[in-house]
């Protein structure tokens, strides 16, 4: 049969487990737990359904405006991608030669490696350092050294929860000769963000990309988008599917960016959860990496083992990821839910340590 080589040996990208149980505590894959806003119903529920049997628009011409005003600036600088997913795929098409490689922290999110093999060429990872600075500095010789064209640094890092300084990124894109992609799915949480650098007039590698899976409650309606230099957008365009963001999606998408008091509200419920749980767990002596998303990235009790921790929850209808490997093996990742959530999670763990 017909099927690339490459394709045949590629271990394909692994999602959180998705319970259709609706009586499961899901804290597996940083969905929010609170609804999308109000206004994405009324959108719903008076949609014309004659407008499904015409093609979208292919330019999200309204929902690009509305994203280029709130970031001070134009449409052409902006594109929407069927979920930031199919943005970091096209990225890896449009800027990077066979020859070439795609760099990003490690660990990080673990789909770029896949996107890699997927475009046949190489992915390098840089692991953590112990400051922004090092980290930054030891991403830029190993781009130079691997010939990476494009570097995806998720800030803030997942499965982490780290930020680094949007300086810090600046100085790096600065000396850097590809492309810098920022994603930013969990930016919303975190006290800053790099959409400064994307915005900039003389900003020339620099993309920022965020999603409406996170912040706005609308995993399930598969919306992203980027800000950047024009000719690096008009390069995605180029490579993109026809109609790649169907109807529903962008007035639904449109209505919850628009109602930006509702958003913060819902993240600052989210942010406040996380502070508590953090304390919570730390004072139970876990080991918790200080977050800036929705989530924490914690190593439960010595003499405790990570991946017990998750069997035990998950046989306790709770579930939280686990991500094998030296780098990430010791840690669960937990996102953060509503209060009571948090609470039965973590009475379980105390079942489980008073055991």
């Known amino acids: 049969m017909g099927i690339a080589l490459h394709i045949?040996?590629?271990?394909?990208?692994?999602?959180?487990?998705?319970?259709?149980?609706?009586?499961?505590?899901?804290?597996?894959?940083?969905?929010?737990?609170?609804?999308?806003?109000?206004?994405?119903?009324?959108?719903?529920?008076?949609?014309?359904?004659?407008?499904?049997?015409?093609?979208?628009?292919?330019?999200?011409?309204?929902?690009?405006?509305?994203?280029?005003?709130?970031?001070?600036?134009?449409?052409?600088?902006?594109?929407?991608?069927?979920?930031?997913?199919?943005?970091?795929?096209?990225?890896?098409?449009?800027?990077?030669?066979?020859?070439?490689?795609?760099?990003?922290?490690?660990?990080?999110?673990?789909?770029?490696?896949?996107?890699?093999?997927?475009?046949?060429?190489?992915?390098?990872?840089?692991?953590?350092?112990?400051?922004?600075?090092?980290?930054?500095?030891?991403?830029?010789?190993?781009?130079?050294?691997?010939?990476?064209?494009?570097?995806?640094?998720?800030?803030?890092?997942?499965?982490?929860?780290?930020?680094?300084?949007p300086k810090t990124i600046a100085a790096f894109a600065k000396k850097f000769k590809g492309v810098v992609i920022v994603d930013e799915a969990y930016a919303d949480f975190a006290r800053s963000n790099c959409m400064s650098l994307a915005t900039a007039p003389r900003n020339r590698n620099v993309i920022v990309m965020r999603t409406f899976s996170k912040s706005y409650s609308l995993a399930g309606l598969r919306v992203g988008y980027c800000v950047g230099p024009k000719d690096l957008i008009d390069a995605l365009y180029k490579a993109k599917p026809s109609y790649n963001v169907d109807a529903v999606a962008q007035a639904v998408a449109l209505a919850a960016f628009k109602d930006g008091a509702y958003h913060r509200k819902t993240v600052a419920k989210v942010v406040k959860t996380r502070t508590a749980f953090e304390k919570v767990l730390a004072k139970r002596g876990w080991d918790v990496i200080k977050s800036e998303s929705n989530f924490v990235f914690a190593k439960p009790p010595a003499g405790t083992a990570a991946k017990d921790v998750f069997s035990y929850l998950k046989g306790r209808d709770i579930y939280v990821r686990y991500f094998p490997g030296p780098l990430t093996g010791d840690r669960l990742r937990i996102t953060i839910g509503t209060d009571r959530q948090m609470k039965t999670l973590l009475e379980a763990l105390d079942d489980r340590f008073r055991r």
């Not at 330019?59 to 929407?80: H, M, P, Q, W, Y």
């Open 8 to 165: 045949k040996k590629l271990a394909g990208y692994v999602p959180g487990e998705q319970p259709r149980s609706k009586n499961v505590v899901k804290l597996n894959t940083n969905e929010n737990p609170y609804p999308p806003s109000p206004k994405c119903t009324a959108v719903l529920s008076s949609f014309d359904l004659d407008d499904l049997r015409r093609y979208p628009d292919p330019n999200f011409t309204t929902l690009a405006k509305a994203i280029a005003d709130e970031n001070g600036t134009t449409s052409d600088r902006v594109f929407v991608g069927n979920g930031s997913d199919e943005i970091l795929a096209l990225a890896a098409r449009v800027f990077v030669e066979d020859d070439e490689s795609i760099g990003s922290l490690d660990p990080s999110y673990t789909l770029y490696k896949t996107l890699a093999a997927i475009r046949d060429v190489k992915w390098v990872g840089v692991g953590r350092a112990a400051d922004d600075v090092r980290r930054a500095s030891a991403a830029l010789a190993e781009c130079r050294k691997s010939n990476i064209s494009l570097f995806l640094w998720t800030n803030p890092n997942a499965p982490t929860g780290e930020l680094t300084e």
